[in-house]
């Protein structure tokens, strides 16, 4: 199913596999209503299972999987609901943000959000929708820099998952 990927040791081995399976289902590499085996996944990675049953928690957290007990888990179908109430919820939340950073944004931060939009003008021009969508997730990261809170990104990156996979 997935591609053998190098683990990064300084980095916990549930969060690497995490991202790796949120992409790959809002990417719709992986389609919505496909059983995820923990078994076939934790192989694949050469891991224990541990690992994988804990991403597998903050997916479903996401609302990317459900997890149903002895039946499996299930990649969760597009709710256009969820789609709704996420993009309500991060339009107040980074309008929170952009005020705040029009306060205490400083010239390097200013020069880095312009390159951003140069990557992602290229990208839009080349027609690559992936890059585009990298470098807006970029874009955004950079104004929660600018405030210096980290928790902001993480909250909109669980809010924003089934947008995502919309996008």
Known sequence: MFKSIDLNISEPVNQQ??????K????????P???LSEKEISSQFNVSRQPVREA???LAEAGLVQILPQRGTFVTKISIKKVVDGQF???AVECAIIKRAAIEINQSDILLLQKNLAEQKQANEREDISYFL???????QILMNVIDCPMAWQTVENIKAMMDRVR
């Open 17 to 22: 596999i995490y991202r790796t399976l949120r």
């Open 24 to 31: 790959a289902i809002i990417t719709c590499y992986v389609l």
């Open 33 to 35: 209503g496909v059983l």
């Open 56 to 58: 597998f928690i903050k």
């Open 89 to 91: 919820i991060r339009e």
């Open 134 to 140: 990298e470098k807006d997730d970029e874009f955004h």
